[in-house]
């Protein structure tokens, strides 16, 4: 999971959720009338896993229907033989490598919590962690992973995984990237607040070859504060219509921290030299300014500049009120923008155009106020 980061301006935010649903759903694959303990009388019936994501909560409140979106999605999924290993005296699960023998996991998604269901396509593996992401025009999304994600349309607030196997054991991971909004609600939540918990919970039935779900609990299989659980509840009894039936339930969380932004100014001495000859010193200095914010997680660049909480500098004025006794060559001053290769080191970049004043005898203190007014050159 990626950090994501909240600031007093409420940027949209973004952070990869992996939501993981492991099923022993072997039970559920013998065929009518073998015996119980035989291998090969497994693997003739198909059980369903389904999981859902639906459930996305700013501490201990969960949020309305516009306050987040779903934008992309990729999924992994395993699936696991079982063999008989005589030194144990037992069984082992074994990853099944015949990906061409799977069945393609379904996608669907919500625009709403109690909306209708609307398939977006399926994923199929092709190799080893290696998927490709059909729509429901046929078009195919090839080696979907998390760096490449497949782009869900519009408003979807909730995700559905649904895959049949005839397996022992599989394996579904539903990677969801969420997008907070800039909505009064999510503002009333995190007023005030430097940090602020951020919780997905995910649902998880199994269903047999009759279409039974087989899989119900009758407590919560999740912790969390009484509001979170009683929210949870009645979201099992608004979508399964049933009194007192739950689904398998879990959960992740992040807290989500504002980052700090700073402005900074910084001048230092480049080279002297010891000009002997007009008994002089030549002082080679440079000055720099940047403003910047910081993660420990990741780079919030782009959601620093998109929201404007850093606005990009595109020009700006240096003060300098030289020591008596100093003056400028003003021919060899240099001003481009600046790079950074490190942590603190800066190098010149791009040319700037500029301008120069020289003010003598600033306020009266004998000294000379050098000011330089700088712009960035249109890049083409």
């Given amino acids: 999971m990626e950090q994501a980061h909240i600031n007093d301006?409420?940027?949209?935010?973004?952070?990869?959720?992996?939501?993981?649903?492991?099923?022993?759903?072997?039970?559920?694959?013998?065929?009518?009338?073998?015996?119980?303990?035989?291998?090969?009388?497994?693997?003739?019936k198909s059980y369903k896993t389904e999981l859902v994501d639906d459930f996305v909560t700013l501490e201990d409140e969960r949020l309305q229907e516009n306050d987040y979106v779903f934008s992309a999605v990729h999924v992994v999924i395993n699936e696991f033989d079982m063999t008989a290993n005589e030194d144990i005296g037992g069984y082992l699960f074994n990853e099944n490598t015949e990906y061409g023998n799977w069945e393609p996991a379904d996608l669907y998604g919500r625009k709403s919590f109690d909306g209708e269901w609307i398939k977006l396509g399926k994923f199929v593996c092709v190799g080893n962690k290696?998927?490709?992401?059909?729509?429901?025009?046929?078009?195919?999304?090839?080696?979907?992973?998390?760096?490449?994600?497949?782009?869900?349309?519009?408003?979807?607030?909730?995700?559905?995984?649904?895959?049949?196997?005839?397996?022992?054991?599989?394996?579904?991971?539903?990677?969801?990237?969420?997008?907070?909004?800039?909505?009064?609600?999510?503002?009333?939540?995190?007023?005030?607040?430097?940090?602020?918990?951020?919780?997905?919970?995910?649902?998880?039935?199994?269903?047999?070859?009759?279409?039974?779900?087989?899989?119900?609990?009758?407590?919560?299989?999740?912790?969390?504060?009484?509001?979170?659980?009683?929210?949870?509840i009645e979201r099992d009894k608004a979508e399964y219509g049933m009194e007192g039936a739950l689904g398998n339930h879990s959960k992740a969380w992040v807290l989500l921290e504002g980052y700090p932004t700073t402005s900074n100014m910084q001048k230092e001495i480049v080279k002297t030299t010891?000009?002997?000859?007009?008994?002089?010193?030549?002082?080679?200095?440079?000055?720099?300014?940047?403003?910047?914010?910081?993660?420990?997680?990741?780079?919030?660049?782009?959601?620093?500049?998109?929201?404007?909480?850093?606005k990009e500098q595109k020009s700006g004025t240096f003060y300098?009120?030289?020591?008596?006794?100093?003056?400028?060559?003003?021919?060899?001053?240099?001003?481009?923008?600046?790079?950074?290769?490190?942590?603190?080191?800066?190098?010149?970049?791009?040319?700037?155009?500029?301008?120069?004043?020289?003010?003598?005898n600033w306020k009266n203190s004998g000294r000379t106020m050098m000011i330089i007014q700088v712009s960035m050159k249109p890049i083409v």
């Avoid at 952070?15 to 693997?43: F, R």
């Avoid at 002997?276 to 620093?304: G, H, L, M, R």
């Fill in 130 to 232: 290696i998927f490709n992401f059909i729509d429901n025009d046929g078009k195919v999304f090839e080696n979907i992973d998390r760096n490449n994600t497949v782009k869900l349309p519009a408003r979807i607030i909730a995700l559905k995984l649904e895959h049949e196997s005839k397996y022992f054991k599989n394996k579904l991971n539903l990677d969801i990237r969420i997008q907070l909004r800039k909505t009064a609600h999510v503002a009333s939540l995190i007023e005030g607040k430097d940090s602020i918990m951020l919780y997905n919970i995910n649902s998880g039935r199994i269903f047999d070859s009759n279409g039974k779900w087989v899989n119900q609990k009758n407590t919560l299989t999740i912790e969390g504060s009484e509001k979170i659980k009683e929210q949870m």
């Fill in 9 to 44: 301006e409420l940027p949209e935010l973004q952070g990869h959720w992996a939501n993981e649903m492991t099923t022993d759903g072997g039970i559920y694959t013998k065929g009518d009338g073998l015996p119980d303990n035989v291998l090969d009388s497994y693997g003739k």
């Fill in 274 to 310: 010891n000009d002997t000859k007009n008994q002089q010193y030549d002082i080679e200095y440079q000055s720099y300014a940047y403003e910047a914010a910081y993660s420990n997680y990741a780079d919030p660049f782009d959601e620093t500049s998109d929201n404007g909480t850093l």
């Fill in 320 to 360: 300098d009120l030289l020591p008596k006794g100093m003056y400028v060559d003003v021919g060899k001053i240099k001003v481009t923008t600046v790079y950074r290769q490190g942590g603190t080191t800066f190098l010149p970049d791009r040319p700037c155009d500029f301008t120069v004043q020289l003010k003598e």
